[in-house]
Each structure stands twice: as C-alpha cells, then as structure tokens.
C-alpha cells in the first residue's frame, strides 16, 4: 500500500474524536503528503500551503509504527520523529494512530468538552474501607510483594514505599552525572496558563531538548508566571536502562513509564487516572494531595470522555471554594511529601494534586492490575 493511501486510511476517523486540522508529513526533501480533518478528512501529496502540524519522519519509521512495531513517541524522544506548528493537535497523533490500527469509529467527541463523570467500583471499595486519615511510609525492605498486594493492593489504599530506588542507576547516579544521558533527547514541555487549562489541547505546548530544559530548570520563572513544564512524556529508550520496573506488578502489566522533569512550582490540579499508578521520585521532593474515589460527587468533578477515564475536578484543596462546594468540607484530604527514593502507591480511582516542591524529575508507572474494578 502506498504512503497517500495509509495516511487516508489514518485520519479518515479522526474527526470522530474532535481532531481538525492538516497534518503535513515530510518524508523526504521531496516526498510529502497532507491530511485534512474537518466533518470529513482528505489526503493530498505534495507540501500543504497551510499545515497546522508538519510531521518529518524517515518512511521506514512511519511504516514500522502503522505496523505497530514502532512508537511515536519513542521516535519523537529519540529525535528521530520531529513536529512544528500546532503542537496541542500534534500531542493527539499517539490516539489517532491507536484508533485506525483497532479500526476505532466511535461517535465524535470534542476533546476539550466536560462531560459527566461517571461512578466506578473503586469508589464502593473505598467507601467500605476505614476512613483513612494519613498515608503510611513503609520501607522498601519491610514491603514484600505478598505483603503490598494483600495490605494495600486488595484494599486499593495508597502508601509511600521509601528508599525503593536503590538499584536504579538514574537515581544512585545523582543529577550532575545523569545529565550526559539527557543529550539529543527531546520532550514536550507545557507552557503558559497550563494549569487553568488542565488536560486541554488548547495549552501552549512546545518541542524541548531534554538536556537544555534541564539545564533551564535553576533559573526561577517570572513573578507572576508559572513555570513550564515537562510532563507526561514516554521515558526514552535510551532512559530505560537506567531505572527499573518496580516489582510489584508483573511486567506485561506495565504500560510504558511517563516521566515528569520540572522546576519548583509545577502544578497538576486536582484530578484522578482510570489505572493504578506507582509514581517513582528521583530527583528534588514533590506534594500530593489525595482524596478516596467515593468523594467524587463532593469535588465537581468531570470527565474527558463521555465514558469517563481521565476525570479532573474544580475543587481546589488548595483555595477551597466552601459556598460552591459545601461537601468538601467533609472530605479527609491526605497530604503526603515524596523524598527523593520514595515510591508511592497511587490505587486507580484516587484523587490527586502534585506540585513540585523543589527541581524534580519523577517516572511513573500506570498499570492495567486487572483487579476487575
């Protein structure tokens, strides 16, 4: 099949998740090809006048991720996938590529709507817990496997796992000496009000070296400004080497490591993910703040999709808003510091809040458990 007709068969439903927009691909000097997505999407060869993402990719790169033996967004860290223009939209690729590959057409959904969030069974199991008032730090020599899934797994009950990082060579490396991994390697870095516009195509998103983003960490934002920050991109092949799954889990359960580089002052609002998280710091400290899943209806919480998934919330634990939302008063937010080594727990269904405390460099492991909530 030849390059215009897969980039057809690629975005021709990517309308349905409430993507518009041209997508150029540069596959040489002198092969290229556009997409269109509106109500209905097109494909032309031949550079776009107007593209609002251009995509250059070696042809051998782009067939290995349609086949599925190849990721985006490895390609992208590696620098050997490169993006300009809108890239809010181009952050989309990864789901529009997972769609056409499980030949997805699903009724269309705007990406920046709020929908209502629907109930899960973490929230029953953690309403039939003992109302939790702090979160446990446990050491990594006193929590074997048996003793996590029975104490903390079963129960879907947060816990902070300390000194848990030892044999991981980016941590006993120290961050001088761990600089040198970080080159030629590139992230996606949030800018502007990226907090007011939490999990929105609309934030201002850039193409970052890795290494000079690090480099830039020491230098304080403007008063005023929110500092940027590097969240939520894969973990490089070229990092993986140098930490380790945790043991937890068996390893087809993993999905791939995320890892989140930031100065102090970085802010994820209040929010909750729709599989177990263990969130590993490497570098600096980082604060949570945590509410049980059967809270939601007390914490205006909405969804990105009308079957829920990633649900974020207006309450602000921070500045709390008692008149708008009078049942948080009865809400136990647990408030929990990560040191760097430490580990934590994070059960599907939990609310949290993180801010960096100090410079931080953290990876976090999301994990399809199959508990069956």
Not at 321 to 327: G, L
Request: charged fraction near 20%; include cysteine.
């Amino acid at each position: 099949m030849d390059l215009q007709s897969i980039l057809s068969k690629l975005f021709a439903n990517a309308h349905a998740v409430g993507i518009e927009g041209v997508f150029q691909f540069v596959f040489a000097q002198d092969l290229a090809f556009w997409s269109e997505v509106r109500d209905t999407s097109r494909t032309g060869a031949g550079r776009h006048s107007a593209p609002d993402v251009t995509i250059e990719v070696a042809e051998r790169d782009f067939l290995g991720i349609m086949g599925g033996t190849a990721n985006v967004e490895e390609l992208f860290a590696s620098a050997r996938l490169k993006i300009t223009g809108n890239m809010g939209l181009a952050t989309l690729l990864p789901q529009i590529i997972s769609n056409a590959r499980r030949g997805a057409a699903a009724a269309k959904v705007s990406m920046n709507q709020r929908y209502p969030t629907p109930a899960r069974l973490s929230e029953r199991v953690s309403i039939a817990q003992p109302v939790q008032r702090e979160v446990v730090r446990i050491a990594h020599t006193d929590m074997p496997v048996a003793r996590f899934k029975t104490e903390y797994l079963q129960h879907g009950t947060p816990v902070v796992i300390s000194d848990a990082l030892q044999d991981w060579p980016l941590f006993t490396m120290g961050r001088e000496a761990s600089l040198e991994h970080f080159a030629e390697l590139q992230g996606i870095t949030r800018h502007g009000d990226y907090v007011k516009k939490t999990f929105s195509t609309d934030r201002d998103f850039r193409s970052t070296s890795m290494a000079a983003f690090i480099a830039s960490l020491d230098t304080p934002a403007k008063p005023g400004d929110t500092p940027a920050y590097m969240g939520n991109n894969i973990v490089p092949e070229k990092l993986l080497k140098l930490i380790n799954y945790p043991q937890y889990f068996s390893r087809d359960k993993f999905i791939a490591p995320r890892i989140w580089i930031g100065p102090k002052g970085t802010l994820t609002p209040l929010h909750r993910d729709d599989t177990d998280n263990l969130f590993a710091q490497v570098w600096g400290q980082k604060s949570f703040i945590l509410a049980a899943p059967h809270h939601r209806p007390a914490l205006g919480t909405w969804s990105t999709s009308p079957k829920g998934g990633l649900d974020g919330c207006d309450f602000n634990p921070d500045a709390p808003d008692y008149q708008r939302f009078p049942a948080a008063r009865d809400v136990p937010f647990l408030r929990v510091v990560l040191q760097a080594g430490d580990l934590l727990f994070l059960p599907e269904g939990w609310f949290h809040q993180v801010e960096s405390v100090s410079t931080s460099l953290s990876v976090n492991f999301w994990v399809n458990s199959g508990r069956g909530w």
